[in-house]
């Protein structure tokens, strides 16, 4: 009868995309004088109640992470140390415990605060997890990084409420994490924010260009420029293009990556034969699994698939003495791979309308 619990789990996690990404969680670490410790809010009204002796600044950081976008985020995970913390390792190790998809570290985060979140971030994807940072004016050259870059930031019409960008990251990345996947963060407003340091029309486009998530005013309202990450460098890596510049393009491709990772750790290692029926058995849940994100407007209709990679199975059996020169693809894709079984997809997600060309004749 196939693999029942993994083809339910993944049409489970199909069915429930939009609502995971449109309601991200939000890591927030700080540093405060009197209150330390751990705790989880659903929403701003709670800080003060939870932490009750924490400075004013530190409690305004973290509503503005509420704030959210089309929706709020679905909770912030509070890391809070003592003012004399050397570094964030500490909290960083309780993050790591939880499943967090946008951290920001706190207003006052010094260089030696930001390396170390950039070094945890890289460890943390190293091992298949997915969290991403928002960190101030921070080339980092990674998909998983924000380079927030924006200063200036006026809030309510007096010049004794302006930020840097370092006070404005977790407002971003709550903005960020409450971004349904069907669109994209880029023109969000930011209806609090009253001015910021301006910008030429060439400067905001050169930024954007460098990796810099920047935050503009029309002459209305102030808003986000477009939603790009700090990767920058294609010739670095091969795999990757232009798509992994966007924001958008990286939070969908981590849910696959993450959904197709639990689901086979937690229902199919361990508890089925390496046969080529049941590696086809899991091939077709996963296609279900797309189908089903093709059907919910995130990826392009019958433009994604997984199959056996032969390529990678030829050279398995190839490490292991096997002669293939007389084998067929179907003897390649049906051959023995002990306990490993190799997979490639192809996956094609769809970007949000950012660039209208319009060209009228009279």
């Known amino acids: 009868m196939g693999l029942p619990n993994i083809a339910i789990t993944f049409q489970a996690l199909a069915n429930s995309a939009v609502q995971r990404l449109a309601r991200g969680t939000v890591g927030l670490v700080l540093r405060d004088e009197q209150d330390n410790g ?37 909770k912030a995970v509070v890391y809070v140390l003592p003012k004399t913390a050397a570094d964030l390792s500490e909290a960083l190790a309780y993050m790591a415990a939880q499943s967090i998809d946008y951290l920001a570290g706190p207003p006052d985060a010094t260089p030696a ?26 080339a980092a050259d990674n998909i998983a990084i924000i380079n927030f870059a924006t200063d200036g930031i006026q809030v309510g019409g007096s010049i004794s409420n302006t930020f840097s960008a370092a006070g404005y990251c977790s407002r971003i990345a709550g903005l960020i994490a409450g971004t349904p996947p069907s669109i994209s ?11 910021v340091a301006a910008l030429s029309k060439p400067a905001m486009d050169a930024a954007i260009d460098a990796g810099q998530f920047i ?8 808003k986000a420029g477009r939603g790009v990450n700090s990767f ?43 046969s080529y029926d049941n590696k086809c058995l899991l091939i077709s849940a996963i296609n279900d699994y797309l ?31 096997v002669d293939i020169s007389k084998m067929s693809e179907q003897d390649v894709k049906e051959a023995n791979t002990g306990a490993k079984v190799f997979l490639a997809a192809t996956v094609s997600i769809l970007d949000a309308i950012e660039d209208i060309t319009l060209n009228i004749t009279v």
């Open 291 to 321: 189908r089903s994100l093709e059907a919910a407007g995130l990826l392009a209709r019958g433009r994604n698939t997984v199959a056996i990679d032969t390529a990678a199975q030829e050279e398995y059996l190839r490490a292991q003495g």
């Open 38 to 74: 751990a705790c989880t809010l659903t929403r701003a009204s709670q800080a003060a109640a939870e932490l009750k002796n924490l400075g004013a600044n530190n409690l305004a950081y973290i509503e503005r992470a509420f704030l959210g976008y089309v929706s709020a985020p679905n």
């Open 232 to 274: 920058q460098n294609l010739q670095n890596d091969a795999a990757k293009n232009d798509s992994y510049k966007k924001i958008k393009i990286v939070e969908i491709m981590d849910m696959i990556n993450g959904d197709i990772r639990a689901t086979a750790q937690d229902t199919y290692i361990g508890r089925y034969a390496n």
């Open 185 to 195: 963060c880029t023109y969000a407003p930011l209806p609090e924010v009253t001015a």
């Open 215 to 222: 935050i503009f005013s029309d002459g209305a309202k102030v």
């Open 113 to 138: 605060d930001i390396a170390g979140i950039e070094t945890w971030i890289g460890d943390q994807r190293a091992v298949g997890a997915t969290p991403k940072a928002v960190l101030p004016k921070t």
